[in-house]
């Protein structure tokens, strides 16, 4: 469990600087003495938070020697340290920042200023305001900083270049519509990810990036981060992951098995039969499973509270209940056993080689297909059961502040 470190507002204090620490020693205190210069120098009623992740060395006593309100938190991980700062927290707004040496602490007007103006959410492009000599992996530089950020504007059609620049800023009214979760360095994706789906006002403001000061290899791990950052996005945007390409093949499916159901059909340079009757009866199968998994995950997701927003195909469930799923189900599960049992009739009737046998062939596989469906709808209205679908819209606090 992640320490609660609940903080009241002070209506003195506008800014909150939060920066997560692990094993720091070496910059954590630069960058505490950075964040209270900014304060000093711009005259800024603010605090300094390091929200501190066990570290075994000196980091907690180099942070608090240089004026920081050190949060301890157990739970390892990016996102559980970032939470517990977020949650301590006392300024009206909040501006996250590494502690490894790699942000410009003492220009962080751009941000605040930003937030002055009424955005909820301020995300810091290092693409823009410069990337130092030494200070970005090449292949995070070219490949996966761009790829990721790519899929992420194109899920979630947020104006962010940087998805995974850790210098931004936000209002504590954000952080707590966010309802945030992750407990790892995805939390970055979850914040922008979040912001969008709630119809925050985002902009994204030029930051330099230098090179870290700490000698010795970074937390990041490219690959396994990078993975988790990527399957974060798709699990937010299960529409793209499962409902449109699920709805592709089974419209593609359903049409050509309808077709073919009623004997070959001979195109200019192609005779479409059997072969082709498999696939799309595959295609209708996976199409299915895809859109069984699109449900469970979007319910599943908003009842965790990872997707804030309402599934738009809740209201269905104050007719389709379990009890109607189940009968829907084993009507289509009878239906499929009498076409098969029908069609091995007229197999012993017929011969080899006969119109009536290779209609039964037909007939068998188009039983298979709906046994396959009714047992996908069987188990489908079960495990949506149990995630607590309910008739009665369930109260969420968040349901208010969305848009659209």
């Given at each position: 469990?992640?320490?609660?470190?609940?903080?009241?507002?002070?209506?003195?204090?506008?800014?909150?600087?939060?920066?997560?620490?692990?094993?720091?020693?070496?910059?954590?205190?630069?960058?505490?003495?950075?964040?209270?210069?900014?304060?000093?120098?711009?005259?800024?009623?603010?605090?300094?938070?390091?929200?501190?992740?066990?570290?075994?060395?000196?980091?907690?006593?180099?942070?608090?020697?240089?004026?920081?309100?050190?949060?301890?938190?157990?739970?390892?991980?990016?996102?559980?340290?970032?939470?517990?700062?977020?949650?301590?927290?006392?300024?009206?707004?909040?501006?996250?920042?590494d502690s490894d040496g790699s942000h410009d602490l003492l220009n962080l007007m751009p941000i605040l200023d930003q937030l002055r103006l009424g955005y909820e959410l301020v995300v810091g492009n290092r693409f823009r305001g410069g990337i130092s000599k030494g200070a970005m992996r090449w292949h995070h530089r070219y490949i996966g900083n761009p790829l990721l950020s790519f899929v992420g504007r194109m899920l979630f059609r947020t104006p962010v270049g940087d998805f995974h620049c850790g210098l931004r800023g936000?209002?504590?009214?954000?952080?707590?519509?966010?309802?945030?979760?992750?407990?790892?360095?995805?939390?970055?994706?979850?914040?922008?990810?979040?912001?969008?789906?709630?119809?925050?006002?985002?902009?994204?403001?030029?930051?330099?990036?230098?090179?870290?000061?700490?000698?010795?290899?970074?937390?990041?791990?490219?690959f396994s981060d990078g993975w988790r950052h990527l399957r974060f996005l798709l699990m937010f945007s299960p529409r793209w992951l499962f409902a449109y390409p699920g709805l592709a093949l089974l419209a593609i499916g359903t049409l050509v098995s309808l077709v073919l159901s009623f004997g070959p059909l001979q195109l200019p340079f192609l005779l479409v039969d059997f072969h082709s009757f498999i696939i799309a009866g595959t295609f209708m199968i996976l199409g299915i499973t895809l859109l069984s998994f699109?449900?469970?995950?979007?319910?599943?997701?908003?009842?965790?509270?990872?997707?804030?927003?309402?599934?738009?195909?809740?209201?269905?469930?104050?007719?389709?209940?379990?009890?109607?799923?189940?009968?829907?189900?084993?009507?289509?599960?009878?239906?499929?056993?009498?076409?098969?049992?029908?069609?091995?009739?007229?197999?012993?009737?017929?011969?080899?080689?006969?119109?009536?046998?290779?209609?039964?062939?037909?007939?068998?596989?188009?039983?298979?297909?709906?046994?396959?469906?009714?047992?996908?709808v069987i188990l489908t209205s079960i495990m949506l059961s149990m995630l607590g679908i309910k008739i009665s819209h369930p109260v969420h606090e968040v349901d208010t502040v969305v848009r659209g």
């Open positions: 469990m992640i320490e609660k470190h609940a903080a009241q507002v002070r209506k003195d204090l506008e800014l909150s600087i939060v920066i997560p620490c692990l094993n720091e020693e070496r910059t954590v205190g630069d960058c505490v003495a950075q964040a209270k210069t900014f304060l000093t120098e711009n005259r800024i009623q603010g605090e300094v938070i390091v929200a501190d992740n066990g570290s075994t060395d000196r980091s907690a006593d180099i942070a608090r020697s240089k004026g920081a309100r050190v949060v301890a938190v157990a739970d390892k991980g990016y996102g559980n340290a970032l939470r517990a700062g977020f949650s301590a927290a006392r300024g009206g707004f909040i501006i996250m920042a936000l209002t504590r009214e954000a952080v707590a519509k966010m309802n945030l979760q992750s407990a790892g360095m995805e939390l970055a994706s979850e914040i922008i990810v979040k912001a969008s789906i709630l119809g925050m006002r985002v902009c994204e403001v030029p930051v330099r990036m230098l090179p870290d000061r700490r000698g010795r290899a970074p937390h990041l791990r490219s699109f449900a469970i995950t979007r319910v599943y997701t908003y009842h965790t509270g990872l997707l804030p927003k309402l599934p738009g195909f809740y209201p269905l469930f104050k007719v389709l209940n379990l009890e109607k799923g189940l009968a829907l189900g084993l009507v289509l599960l009878l239906l499929g056993i009498s076409i098969m049992l029908y069609a091995v009739y007229q197999s012993q009737t017929a011969g080899f080689e006969t119109i009536g046998f290779v209609r039964s062939v037909r007939l068998v596989f188009g039983g298979s297909l709906a046994v396959i469906l009714g047992v996908q």
